[in-house]
């Protein structure tokens, strides 16, 4: 049962604490740690286990790849010349990775951890859809493993959280519930899936490819295209949510009595509010067609404008993360939270082209020859497959099949230019396939677990007369969001 709660009571909690966190370097990982510190001064310490050779280097990447980046600037002008001192006395730098047992850490920094972390946070994830199925199998699930297993050495652990995806539902319709997945589960009736034969196969599969003397080339394909057989075979679309969907299993197959929360977030972006609007790291699906138009090197996109886009901005999933963390400690239950946008306030993939129309004709990016503003042509929306494949055949299949009878009429003079038109027309298609299952999502993510989390906290207001830790996408205005915060965050934050 959550008791009620408020920001204070919530902040609180932390005051403290000492909490391990996977994924720092990542997008969520840095909003999280930034958000702690920041209404939590009093907390323990962090432990931030990063992949490094050695603890100085795991220090440098933290220096780098967390507290340098611009969503420290509100922490920094806070603490002032101190800043440096304080992220001393509060960060610990970690060097592991949590695809080795113990996270491949040697025993004296193993006892430390044991008996110090109160709670762990799991952010660690490799979320390329059509990662190499070793890679993506050694971080989501093996990573999920080892990850469980620390947190039963942890002698005064309170709380374990994993962040997981929404679309761990792969393409289901209609309405998703925030419900567990069992060991052996599929999304395809007559399937069973065995997580030990998966790690056999993978096995098998790099020991006949050393046999073989495959080129290094040879062998990523393999394994990105074994990944995306095996993710289909039993009913997900790729690889990422397929080895999401096995982590879920083996934690909740082997935790115990741990007090467990996986939350599962839909499509994050940018901050809406906190620390910076706007703020974001790394491309999602959304903001490469934002990109792509900005450039104008993206003139169409596969996507039913009237279907549902299920996003949330990154604060809003810290806050989820921290409120969920404070409610469910030491409840020796295991319990799942839609962090999702599509029951609440949804917004269909129309807003998304309408603002983004709006906005670059209200402030046109200066890409002309001479740098003066460019007019931007209106990007074409497909709604179906079938449809943009035809338009992909007219426009670009038939013209390179004559370039390619062409080239060999005349001796493969234009070999190098057919070559790469081909290469160019494969990868698009292959963006369409891995893309579809998102834009034409017709599924509803039922959110009853986070909606009580957002009743149990009582409506109390910092010192901006803002919610310190709202998560309710009933509160978002999307054509504002995406008009004046997100947008220009992409803009201003993903520059290359």
């Known amino acids: 049962m959550i008791g009620e709660m408020d920001g204070s009571m919530v902040a609180g909690y932390f005051r403290g604490k000492t909490i391990l966190i996977t994924g720092s370097t990542g997008f969520l990982g840095k909003v999280l740690v930034e958000k702690i510190l920041r209404v939590q001064p009093d907390v323990k310490k962090l432990f931030l286990l990063v992949r490094a050779s050695d603890v100085e280097s795991a220090k440098l990447r933290i220096q780098t790849e967390v507290t340098g ?58 979320t390329n859809f059509s990662e190499r199925y070793d890679v993506a199998f050694d971080s989501n699930v093996l990573g999920a493993k080892h990850v469980c297993a620390f947190a039963k050495k942890c002698t005064k652990l309170k709380m374990l959280l994993h962040v997981s995806t929404a679309y761990v539902a792969g393409e289901k319709e209609g309405l998703i519930l925030e419900k567990p997945f069992l060991m052996g589960e599929t999304l395809r009736e007559g399937t069973h899936l065995d997580i030990e034969s998966e790690l056999d196969l993978i096995k098998e599969t790099r020991s006949e490819l050393k046999a073989n003397c495959s080129s290094e080339k040879a062998e990523r394909r393999t394994m990105k295209e074994l990944g995306l057989k095996r993710a289909r075979q039993f009913g997900w ?13 083996l934690l909740g197959h082997l935790r115990g009595d741990l007090p467990v929360v996986i939350l599962r977030p839909s499509i994050i972006t940018s901050t809406l509010k906190e620390p910076l609007p706007g703020w974001m790291e790394g491309i999602r699906t959304i903001d490469s067609v934002v990109i792509g138009y900005a450039k104008q090197t993206l003139s169409f996109f596969l996507v039913d404008l009237d279907l549902i886009m299920d996003v949330i901005p990154g604060d809003m999933v810290v806050n989820a993360m921290m409120v969920a963390m404070a409610a469910h400690s030491e409840e020796q239950a295991q319990t799942i939270y839609h962090v999702t946008s599509s029951l609440r306030n949804p917004a269909p993939y129309a807003i998304l082209a309408d603002t983004g129309h709006r906005y670059f004709f209200d402030n046109p990016p200066c890409t002309g020859k001479n740098g003066e503003p460019a007019r931007l042509k209106k990007m074409r929306f497909f709604s179906t497959v079938a449809r943009l494949s035809l338009y992909m055949t007219i426009k670009y299949r038939l013209p390179l099949e004559m ?13 190098q230019r057919y070559n790469e038109l081909s290469r160019k027309y494969r990868f698009v298609m292959h963006l369409i396939e891995l893309y579809a299952p998102y834009s034409l999502f017709k599924g509803c ?20 007369g803002e919610y310190c830790f709202d998560f309710d996408p009933k509160s978002i205005d999307w054509d504002d969001y995406f008009y004046n915060v997100h947008i220009p965050g992409v803009l201003k934050y993903m520059r290359d």
Do not use: W
């Not at 370039?403 to 070999?415: A, D, E, K, Q, T």
């Not at 993510?445 to 901006?464: C, P, T, V, W």
């Open 69 to 126: 980046r611009e969503i420290f600037q509100v922490l920094k002008e806070k603490h002032g010349m101190g800043f440096d001192n304080f992220i001393e006395e509060k960060i610990c730098p970690v060097a592991g990775d949590i695809v080795y047992e113990n996270f491949g850490l040697d025993a004296a920094s193993l006892r430390e951890l044991v008996k110090d972390v109160d709670i762990i946070v799991n952010g660690a994830a490799t």
């Open 403 to 415: 370039l390619r009878l062409v080239n060999i009429s005349l001796c493969g003079v234009f070999s």
């Open 445 to 464: 993510f039922d959110d009853m677990n986070s909606e009580r989390l957002r009743l149990a906290m009582k409506k109390e207001q910092d010192d901006n």
């Open 237 to 249: 679309p790729n690889t990422y949510v397929f080895t999401k969907a096995m982590g879920e299993m």
